[in-house]
């Protein structure tokens, strides 16, 4: 699956804003992250070069490739980390379904509840048994070192009506991908599925194409959409947006322990940036949001326990259908449960 391919071009993006040895490094990391300087995949970047050369008193020098430099999908991104031509990527569930199917349990809806439920999911073994089955997937050539978050939760909104329950979604036509994952899941709520790509989606708002999308609030006020109509927010927070981080696993086992330490902590210090950017930057996406005229929704509880009941066929069909799928599925409920347990025995303490 994963062929020799050759990258692209060479221009080195970022600056450690630490005082390294201004002796030459031993290892350079060429990091790479389609998006742009105002994303929280960047932000991540950064925090991650900052620490790891400075942890590393200069022997590991970062490279940061912003954009389609190196590589331009998740196909390709994936193939360079195989071969070695990247070393660090970072994808979306979506962006990595083709190689690693199982990691769309991401995806799947209304499973974790909230920040600190899913932030403690993904810091768990959930993720060690994800990057397992990768390994073994890829012949040990990529490695998944950490998620992240790329967006803060999947919403939905549209052009037409206000969302209180899966009766109001019944006949939008709803973008999605070209997946069956999401597809399924806009189906199980009564709506129309229709695969548009990125670029076209403004327009498609404009021109009734679509009628509705499942984005984060960042993504929907950076790409105008209520500009084009979108007017009607419904913050169901049906998914995480989960950021997958791969390293070139040959890299990473090549260095010395004290070293993959400092790559180890740099991940973990790059995981609690991207937590963290997204919930600064959709404040002001929110308020630009209602500013504007757009209708804010936030479900009540019920009306939010019918969404999920109203999902959970999509759960089987994931387990059915999808190469790893019950695995996965598994591995995430149950360090869901595990973490749901160990907050609310905080909250019983925190509380009295």
């Given at each position: ?79 360079g980390v195989a071969d070695g031509t990247i070393d660090v990527y970072i994808s979306t569930s979506g962006g990595a379904a083709g190689a690693f199917p199982y990691v769309q349990v991401l995806d799947l809806p209304y499973l974790m509840a909230n920040d ?75 709506a129309s599925p229709t695969p548009i790509p990125w670029p076209e989606l403004f327009t498609s708002f404009q021109t009734g194409v679509v009628e509705g999308s499942k984005n984060g609030i960042t993504d929907i006020m950076g790409m105008k ?128």
């Amino acid at each position: 699956m994963f062929k020799r391919w050759k990258s692209l071009g060479l221009a080195a993006v970022g600056a450690s804003l630490f005082a390294t040895s201004a002796m030459a490094a031993d290892i350079t990391i060429r990091a790479t992250a389609n998006s742009n300087e105002n994303d929280e995949d960047y932000d991540g970047l950064v925090v991650f070069k900052n620490y790891v050369e400075a942890a590393s008193n200069g022997a590991v020098e970062v490279e940061l490739f912003i954009g389609t430099q190196l590589c331009s999908n998740g196909a390709e991104c994936l193939q360079g980390v195989a071969d070695g031509t990247i070393d660090v990527y970072i994808s979306t569930s979506g962006g990595a379904a083709g190689a690693f199917p199982y990691v769309q349990v991401l995806d799947l809806p209304y499973l974790m509840a909230n920040d600190r439920v899913a932030e403690a999911v993904l810091q768990s073994d959930f993720t060690r048994e994800i990057r397992s089955m990768a390994l073994a997937d890829s012949g040990d050539k990529i490695r998944l070192m950490t998620i992240g978050n790329t967006g803060g939760w999947r919403n939905f909104a549209n052009t037409k009506r206000r969302v209180q329950g899966p009766a109001d979604m019944e006949g939008l036509k709803i973008r999605t991908v070209v997946a069956d994952l999401p597809q399924e899941l806009v189906r199980a709520l009564g709506a129309s599925p229709t695969p548009i790509p990125w670029p076209e989606l403004f327009t498609s708002f404009q021109t009734g194409v679509v009628e509705g999308s499942k984005n984060g609030i960042t993504d929907i006020m950076g790409m105008k959409f209520p500009d084009a109509g979108l007017q009607y927010v419904t913050l169901d927070g049906h998914a995480y947006m989960g950021a997958l981080w791969w390293m070139n696993n040959d890299k990473f086992m090549g260095m010395s322990e004290d070293m993959r330490q400092v790559i180890v902590d740099g991940f973990s210090a790059l995981q609690q940036a991207t937590f963290a950017s997204p919930k600064r930057k959709s404040i002001q996406a929110y308020e630009d949001f209602v500013a504007g005229g757009g209708d804010l929704y936030v479900p009540t509880p019920a009306e939010k326990a019918a969404f999920k009941e109203a999902s959970e066929p999509v759960y089987d069909w994931f387990k059915a259908n999808v190469k790893g799928g019950e695995a996965a599925f598994d591995a995430l409920t149950a360090a869901v449960a595990e973490a749901e347990a160990a907050i609310g025995a905080a909250n019983a303490k925190d509380l009295k």
